[in-house]
């Protein structure tokens, strides 16, 4: 536990960075380093064109044919959907002539 060099608390930030500096050594510049390269190396910003460009090549690759930039899209279309069969028209018993005999049958029937 003894071996473990502490800070002192009264010490201000520049102070503090010396003594972690002296503590830390060599690692110190690798770390300061890393950083500096770290900013300077920028990301480009990749132009339309190119973007364009690799995204038709990705798009080539995954589908396996030529793609074109500049076509319209083709939507998919739905194949027609076959026509519902008919339903049938149910059969008419009869007319109101012999709903009323049928009628008149049971009444009497009933009625004895």
Do not use: C, Y
């Not at 300077?40 to 990705?58: F, H, N, P």
């Not at 589908?63 to 027609?80: F, I, M, W």
Request: aromatic share 2%; proline share 5%.
């Amino acid at each position: 536990m003894d071996s473990k060099p502490a800070l002192g608390r009264d010490s201000t930030m520049a102070a503090t960075a010396k003594v972690a500096k002296q503590i830390l050594g060599k690692e110190a510049n690798k770390l300061g380093d890393t950083r500096a390269t770290t900013n300077i190396i920028k990301k480009t910003k990749l132009k339309r064109a190119s973007t364009v460009q690799k995204v038709a090549d990705e798009a080539k690759a995954f589908l396996g044919q030529e793609v074109s930039v500049n076509a319209g899209r083709k939507l998919r279309t739905r194949k027609p959907r076959p026509a519902a069969p008919a339903k049938p028209t149910p059969k008419r018993a009869g007319t109101m002539k012999t709903t009323a005999k049928e009628g008149r049958a049971f009444l009497k029937s009933a009625a004895k």
